[in-house]
């Protein structure tokens, strides 16, 4: 089981749902579940949020998790949960963090990674049931004794049922985008393959959601049970395709282990890679695995002749030394008719150990010492002053204080005009503030912006949602008609989040009217 690194661009969200938290307000988005979000054909293949992963992140953040807040802007109910657990106080919050101190190593990245694992292998709460006996248990988890019967206390004492029904509802955007590319990805890949996952196969392969894991995708598998993790303030689309990969691939791998025991040989050519992770120095077929997964991204990618060169070139050196034999394979794989499942054995059965040992006696491997330039390079980019002012208008959103809101979104906008991002904090700040006329005037400029798909400008969710508040404050008015139109521009815009579109349905059904908050309700 291993964890995927991936550096993306981060963009930042609106605060899609917020409204929900100031009924008062009247723009009432009505809550989503998140496990909505599935694939029509299979449903072995899902999006979701989890409250298992959840609720370990809530016991983390009140252990003294260093998770990157910037994750949470456009989640500020989210936000506002991890600053009053980062508060609590009492025996069970002092033994989970000697318990995360006991256990944290170096990086935040490296101390999440086993409690990640101990989620994807835990029951539902309130009990948190582990899945297998312990000898049968991740060894990551079973370094984590004693942390379940914490979780148990923390879960129940924080009232983390309730807290989880507020925010599961901000996590619909993310669910949402990611169901659109998960779509996209088995698509391209099944396609390519020539093959498909049967029902009856009862294999699963799950995209969890989950904001505080930051850049770092998680991806783990027990048996025939793939779950990949990731952030949810931007797309990992490489990093699912390539944990899609390994669960088509997987199975055909193991079921040829004697063809490629045969040509163990190499493995020693290739663990004499100083860059070479650990996991594969031992396991030949695990390295033939991964080789054939790095080939097939290849493929699919069809980079230039000169990109291909250098992404092979850095595969040799880097001690993935059958990526560059695998891709040929692939090509004349192209070029038949079988599906990948039956024309696999050709694959392994071309791979020439003697010509591949003879090819290496002119190739010198990376040195160690690239590994750390690479990774300073990976992580050295830093948010823009924009993606800042967009971060704290949010922040002080999730906190109700709406003239600080209002002030960063004006900041932001006063470095890029008319970004939606900033129009939509700074309209939901005027309606808390009880300005409907200039809300109304901001989700008009997100609406009417020229160009927008052209620019990048208007996220689906966006543009939606501005329609559907539209239609809603017009419903407050009194124009039926004019409120009708917003509904129906909301259900038109292409790729926008199904809470969105279930919110513009209802509002052509019936007329919107704010619901009333009960009386001493928080």
């Known amino acids: 089981m291993k964890g995927l690194s991936v550096r993306k661009f981060v963009p930042l969200y609106p605060a899609l749902t917020l409204l929900a938290a100031f009924v008062g307000a009247g723009i009432f988005a009505p809550p989503v579940s998140a496990r909505q979000a599935e694939t029509a054909n ?100 079973v370094n984590l004794e004693g942390f379940q019967e914490l979780l148990i206390r923390f879960y129940r004492e924080a ?7 507020r925010v599961e509802p901000e996590y619909e955007p993310a669910v949402s985008r ?5 779509n996209q990805i088995v698509s391209v890949t099944n396609g390519y393959l020539r093959e498909l996952v049967k029902p009856s196969e009862r294999r699963t392969f799950t995209v969890y959601v989950e904001p505080l894991v ?34 088509m691939l997987d199975p055909l791998v193991l079921r040829e282990r004697p063809a490629i025991d045969a040509k163990r040989s190499l493995l020693e050519i290739a663990a004499a890679a100083p860059l070479l992770p650990v996991e594969y120095r031992e396991d030949f077929v695990a390295l033939v695995d991964e080789c054939l997964i790095k080939a097939a991204e290849l493929r699919l990618r069809r980079p230039a002749p000169a990109a291909l060169e250098a992404a092979l070139r850095e595969a040799d050196e880097s ?55 690479e990774q300073n390079t990976v992580h050295s980019s830093e948010p823009s002053e924009l993606e800042r002012l967009l971060v704290q208008g949010n922040r ?13 979104f004006e900041q932001a906008l006063a470095k890029q005009p008319d970004d939606p991002r900033a129009l939509y904090g700074l309209a939901i700040a005027s309606v808390l503030s009880g ?14 912006a020229p160009g927008q798909a052209a620019s ?15 239609g809603r404050i017009h419903d407050l008015e009194g124009d039926r008609e004019i409120a009708l139109k917003e509904y129906r521009a909301a259900l038109a815009v292409e790729g926008a989040p199904e809470a969105a579109h279930t919110a513009a349905q209802r509002g052509v059904e019936t007329a919107y009217e704010p619901p009333q908050a009960p009386h001493g309700n928080n």
């Open 178 to 182: 990611n169901q659109m590319a998960l």
């Open 396 to 408: 002080a959103l999730a906190s109700q204080d709406t003239a600080a809101a209002a002030a960063a």
């Open 42 to 141: 299979y449903s072995g293949l899902s999006v979701e949020a989890s409250p298992q992963i959840f609720a370990v992140l809530c016991a983390l953040d009140a252990a003294g998790f260093n998770a990157d807040e910037s994750a949470l802007a456009n989640m500020p109910a989210r936000q506002a949960l991890r600053e009053q657990l980062r508060q609590m106080q009492g025996p069970t919050v002092e033994a989970l963090q000697q318990f995360y101190r006991d256990h944290a190593v170096a990086g935040s990245a490296e101390t999440l990674s086993p409690y990640i694992t101990f989620a994807l292998v835990a029951g539902p709460p309130p009990n948190f049931q582990l899945q297998n006996e312990r000898e049968a248990l991740p060894p990551d988890v």
């Open 456 to 470: 990048g400008a208007a996220d689906p969710a966006i543009l939606a949602w501005a329609h559907v508040y539209l």
């Open 319 to 373: 001690g993935f030394i059958l990526v560059r034999p695998l891709v040929a394979q692939l090509q004349k794989f192209e070029k038949t008719q079988p599906a990948m499942s039956y024309y696999f054995p050709d694959i392994i059965a071309g791979l020439d150990a003697a010509a591949e040992r003879k090819r290496f006696q002119h190739v010198t491997f990376a040195p160690a010492e690239s590994r750390g330039a």
């Open 214 to 247: 930051g850049a770092r995708a998680n991806f783990r598998n027990q048996g025939d049970h793939y779950a990949i993790v990731v952030g949810t303030s931007g797309l990992q689309q490489d990093a699912i395709q390539h944990a899609y990969l390994h669960f």
């Open 159 to 165: 009232h983390l049922d309730v807290r989880w029904a």
């Open 435 to 448: 300005k409907a006329s200039r809300a109304r005037e901001l989700f008009e400029r997100i609406v009417s």
